[in-house]
């Protein structure tokens, strides 16, 4: 079971550039690394995914290095609306992914 | 689409009470989650399905039971309520293995044993 670590809180202003980078030294080799955002009182809501490298969406940017056992997820020119929760997620199967306590980010 | 819908929103149970939360998805996804969010914590897997008939326990499986009869419900049955029940639910969805895919969320419901 891949075992992340991610900040507890950040604090940015709006307008800026935010990483929130998770650490999870014994990812495995067919797992995936999946960020999810949550606002008060609402499920969870899918950010972006990806594998190796670096993946890029309308949202975010995600860069993983060589070695896999770290990424970031990168939010360009947040606004206030980007103040939420942020989880961090490693694994490829239905009962090895787990939510730890999530990274709050507050702008 | 509706996604994944949750009844109900808000439920306050005595000790010992029953209830079923129910959780229905019109994704016609296969794979069908119940997690629980206690407060300022991540959310936690009880029980999943991957499909219709077929369903397995997650990390905090005690004190609940699930079944699935049919792709689209996905019912949760709390047998006996205690107040360490008291969280947030969150049912969800995805179509194929959630490390993989996207997850869907519902709105979540607020249950509060006394």
């Known amino acids: 079971l891949a075992k992340t670590t991610q900040p507890i809180s950040m604090d940015s202003y709006e307008g800026q550039e935010v990483n929130i980078t998770c650490s999870h030294n014994?990812?495995?080799?067919?797992?995936?690394i999946t960020w999810y955002q949550q606002f008060p009182s609402q499920g969870p809501r899918f950010i972006i995914q990806g594998y190796k490298t670096k993946v890029t969406n309308e949202v975010a940017s995600l860069f993983i290095p060589a070695d896999r056992k770290s990424s970031t997820l990168s939010l360009p020119r947040v606004s206030l609306s980007d103040t939420a929760v942020y989880y961090c997620?490693?694994?490829?199967?239905?009962?090895?992914?787990?939510f730890g306590a999530g990274t709050r980010l507050t702008v | 689409n509706a996604g994944v819908t949750q009844t109900p929103k808000f439920r306050i149970l005595k000790i010992g009470q029953s209830m079923t939360l129910q959780c229905t998805q019109d994704m016609n996804h296969n794979y069908m989650y119940w997690y629980r969010q206690d407060p300022g914590m991540g959310l936690k897997l009880i029980y999943y399905s991957v499909g219709a008939g077929i369903t397995d326990k997650g990390e905090v499986p005690n004190g609940y039971n699930v079944s699935r009869s049919t792709t689209e419900d996905f019912p949760l049955r709390l047998e006996l309520a205690a107040p360490s029940q008291t969280s947030v639910y969150f049912c969800?969805?995805?179509?194929?293995?959630?490390?993989?895919?996207?997850?869907?969320f519902g709105p979540g419901t607020r249950l509060t044993v006394l």
């Open positions: 969800a969805s995805s179509p194929t293995l959630r490390g993989r895919d996207t997850q869907y």
């Open positions: 014994n990812i495995a080799t067919n797992d995936y």
């Open positions: 997620l490693v694994g490829g199967g239905n009962n090895d992914m787990r």
